[in-house]
């Protein structure tokens, strides 16, 4: 299906499978300025928009409904000093045909539009697992966010970005059916963390000079400042969603006290685990890594104050020193309030051991490929090289499996996102990952000097696909690469080529 360019759309390759999978439900989003408040202390602020919320309006989508996305670029003319008016929405991590992935050069200006079809189709669906794909491979917490190529960092911060949910015949959405999770949207809620500086006017404020990573003072939850939230005396399931720039978190809940309250993990970048795993040390989210929890308030009184509270000490963009801040001395980020209301609660009890997806069998590999991430010269690079729109750094075969062994260099820590395919973390450090690790991911955090070795297949779609770090500074600065599928392959990158 040709682009419509007549009429101003500015998608400049065909869509792959709008007549096989044709859209169901058509969204109209307009990116533009919306004056917004982030805290009733300071000034309104200029934030960039998908269609004037902060974060974007939250997509419900579900398997086996395609959806169509028309993007217009309504961004004014004055920037107020940074983010640029040209864009490219990504929906991190849809199995998504290229043309409509977001690909950072696929950036359109002012006055243009932009059709994305996002299929919401299980990965192997037209491969390894027809007509359906494997339901093992099914994505819950997906999000959207601008990617425009070397902007990315400015951008999102001025706000283009926003949640894109997936539901299917077990992640129902209804605590009554299926897995039984939390009912959505009353007790299932998405929370975007952010950290922002404000200048002495309280206005945002971004420093174009940093290149190492923007550490803000100011913590957001959905485009608000240490805000508080109402719970009612039962369980929850929070989507927590590191939205950047920079920083990791090591989140804890914090009673008043000062002990913690332990939670259960159910899922890791939007792919429920095997089984839940309870936490009584906090939970660490780097830069686009989603996860899911399950809080069970019912033991508390009504009237009780608890804090979701980071307590990972981070001091400058080169990652966190690991140093685990005494519980009341790290970032409080937002307050629950337990509320007096009795409320049923049909949810699953993650203490009682349900089992989501299994992790799916693997196939042997077509070919192992290194990645070394690195710095030169003030700049970010992988395997000595900066982003280039039109470098093909490698090709992979559709169809087939790959390994990739990614390295970390010394010193930094880079969140490392691939797009389109989740992969199983194998090993990290030559060590079986920990229990939330060992599901499917689509980031990958590299500490120091950390190695890691992914699992993936790719299937289904043709196209180009980025891997970056999404320490957005440094994937500004131009710690990206393009790969690109289609049915022949190369062995570029293998680790025997350097
Ligand atoms: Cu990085």
Redesign the pocket.
């Known amino acids: 299906m040709a682009p419509n360019t007549a009429a101003g759309e500015a998608r400049t390759r065909n869509h792959q499978a709008l007549t096989t999978l044709p859209p169901v439900k058509f969204y109209e989003v307009h990116q533009r300025e919306q004056l917004l408040s982030v805290h009733p202390d300071l000034p309104l602020q200029r934030m960039w928009t998908f269609n004037g919320t902060v974060p974007g309006q939250t997509y419900v989508a579900r398997y086996g409904e395609p959806i169509l996305v028309r993007n217009f670029n309504d961004l004014p003319n004055d920037n107020g000093g940074f983010g640029i008016q040209s864009v490219s929405a990504h929906l991190h991590n849809g199995h998504t045909p290229s043309e409509s992935d977001g690909f950072p050069c696929d950036f359109f200006g002012q006055g243009k539009f932009y059709d994305q079809h996002y299929p919401n189709v299980l990965a192997g669906f037209a491969s390894s697992h027809p007509p359906l794909g494997d339901i093992r491979e099914s994505m819950s917490t997906l999000w959207y966010h601008d990617h425009r190529v070397d902007f990315t960092a400015q951008n999102v911060y001025k706000g283009l970005a926003g949640f894109y949910l997936l539901f299917n015949d077990f992640d129902t959405g209804n605590e009554n059916t299926g897995f039984r999770l939390p009912t959505f949207p009353d007790f299932d809620v998405p929370m975007i963390f952010n950290d922002k500086n404000f200048d002495p006017d309280g206005v945002l404020a971004f420093d174009l000079a940093n290149r190492d990573g923007i550490l803000g003072d100011k913590f957001l939850v959905n485009g608000k400042i240490q805000p508080f939230f109402e719970v009612k005396r039962r369980r929850y399931r929070f989507r927590w969603l590191n939205g950047g720039p920079s920083r990791f978190y090591r989140f804890y809940l914090t009673k008043s006290n000062l002990t913690n309250h332990p939670f259960w993990i159910i899922s890791n970048d939007g792919n429920l685990l095997k089984n839940p795993v309870q936490t009584t040390s906090g939970l660490m989210i780097a830069v686009a890594e989603r996860m899911d929890v399950i809080v069970d308030f019912s033991s508390f009184a009504a009237g009780s104050i608890i804090h979701l509270e980071n307590r990972l000490e981070q001091c400058d963009g080169a990652g966190p020193t690991n140093n685990i801040l005494p519980a009341g001395q790290g970032n409080k980020v937002l307050e629950f309030r337990v509320v007096s209301d009795t409320v049923t609660d049909n949810s699953v009890n993650p203490a009682t051991n349900p089992t989501f997806y299994q992790v799916p069998t693997r196939v042997a590999e077509r070919i192992t490929r290194c990645f070394k ?1 690195d710095r030169e010269n003030g700049q ?1 690079i992988i395997n000595g090289k900066l982003f280039d729109c039109d470098d093909v750094r490698f090709r992979v075969k559709r169809n087939t499996a790959e390994i990739w062994e990614l390295e970390g260099g010394r010193d ?1 820590s ?1 969140p490392i996102h691939i797009h389109f395919e989740e992969h199983q973390v194998l090993e990290r450090n030559r060590n079986t990952p920990s229990l939330i690790e060992r599901g499917r991911k689509d980031v990958i955090r590299l500490g120091e000097g950390d190695d890691v070795r992914i699992y993936f297949r790719f299937r289904d779609f043709v196209g180009r696909y980025p891997m970056h ?1 999404h ?1 957005t500074i ?1 994937e500004d600065h131009a ?1 990206m690469l393009r790969f690109d599928i289609d049915d022949t392959g190369n062995n570029n990158e293998d680790c025997d080529s350097h």
């Open positions: 991430f970010w930094w880079h770090c320490n440094h710690m």
